[in-house]
């Protein structure tokens, strides 16, 4: 199925006009999710402060900075779909109660702009993933960036950095704290990336080559030097046809990869066609663009996680 962008901006405005009608009527603007009911500020939660993210990842990184002051909600839950999310209703409702908005931008969350406006949301946007200095942006689909950076651990501490910054500007009393925790963080983030680099040595060169169900893992492969032999579609909510699957088994082949990758938030069937197909092993449980259960519930849980599995199955 290939998402259909102009009936998913029909969405996001019908959303927008509910919220809009729902605050004129003077009513609670977050059907069936409640609101919180509190006398807080607009941007606070209690005496906290509310971020809101598009996916659990940078709820996760959010929350490392931000500490016991700040709130982070994802809008997309563990296990959806970042890509081809469609918001509801209770989204727009709490966008317009942030104080910070957090995305990663290049394509992975533009649903959020739309509903951000249509929201009447006055937070702070800040978008991770954007015009980051010394970065060597990889080409994704149709020629644009790849956006998946943070799966770069390196990437991952910029991403910290972008953040600390743009909670200091939305609460300058907390800055100091922000600052502290970003460089406490950085230090376990670099510890981490050391981790990531020797664990993956531990792989033969020639066995260092990676197949996932989609194109998350450029920047992964690209810092810890490992090949990709290719993904199974060309971009979530798009299925490849039988010549793209046949094309994809023939490089696996050739390349003698030893296994290939799903993530959770796909269906597994068609990786476990092309696994069936090319006679190598699947893995259903690589995770990239969203969080899961512990111990996938941090960034560090989920690169640790990830880092097992790809050596796990490629060693
Ligand atoms: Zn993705």
Redesign the pocket.
């Known amino acids: 199925m290939k998402p259909d962008r102009r009936r998913r901006g029909a969405r996001v405005a019908l959303i927008g006009a509910i919220v809009l009608a729902l605050a004129a009527a003077g009513c609670s603007a977050a059907p069936g999710g409640g609101s919180t009911g509190s006398t807080a500020a607009p941007g606070t939660q209690g005496n906290r402060v509310l971020v809101v993210t598009t996916n659990t990842v940078f709820a996760d990184l959010v929350a490392q900075v931000g500490g016991e002051r700040v709130e982070s909600v994802s809008l997309v839950p563990n296990g959806g779909d ?2 081809t999310y469609d918001p509801r209703p209770s989204d727009a409702a709490r966008l317009s109660k942030a104080r910070l908005i957090v995305m990663n931008g290049l394509g ?1 969350d533009d649903w959020l702009t739309n509903l951000v406006s249509t929201a009447g949301a006055a937070a702070l946007v800040v978008r991770l993933g954007e015009g980051l200095p010394d970065v060597r942006y990889l080409s994704g689909e149709n020629g644009a960036a790849n ?2 950076l943070w799966l770069n651990v390196a990437n991952a501490e910029r991403y910290v950095a972008r953040l600390a910054d743009a909670l200091a500007r939305v609460d300058a009393a907390g800055a100091p704290g922000y600052r502290t925790r970003a460089a406490a963080y950085t230090r376990r983030l670099q510890d981490l990336d050391a981790w990531v680099r020797a664990q993956i040595e531990t792989i033969p060169v020639d066995q260092r080559r990676l197949v996932s169900f ?1 194109d ?1 893992f450029p920047y992964f492969a690209d810092a810890y030097g490992l090949q990709i032999v290719g993904s199974v579609v060309a971009a ?1 909510g798009q299925d490849p046809g039988a010549a793209d699957v046949a094309h994809l088994v023939d490089a696996i082949r050739a390349a003698h990869v030893r296994a290939v990758f799903a993530e959770p938030q796909f269906n597994p069937a068609v990786v476990q066609a092309v696994a069936r197909e090319a006679g190598v092993r699947v893995v259903t449980d690589l995770y ?2 969203t969080l899961g259960p512990p111990p996938v519930d941090t960034y560090e849980g989920m690169i640790r996680w990830d880092v097992e599995r790809v050596v796990g199955a490629l060693r």
């Open positions: 970042v890509h992975l956006p998946h989609h998350a979530p990239d663009d």
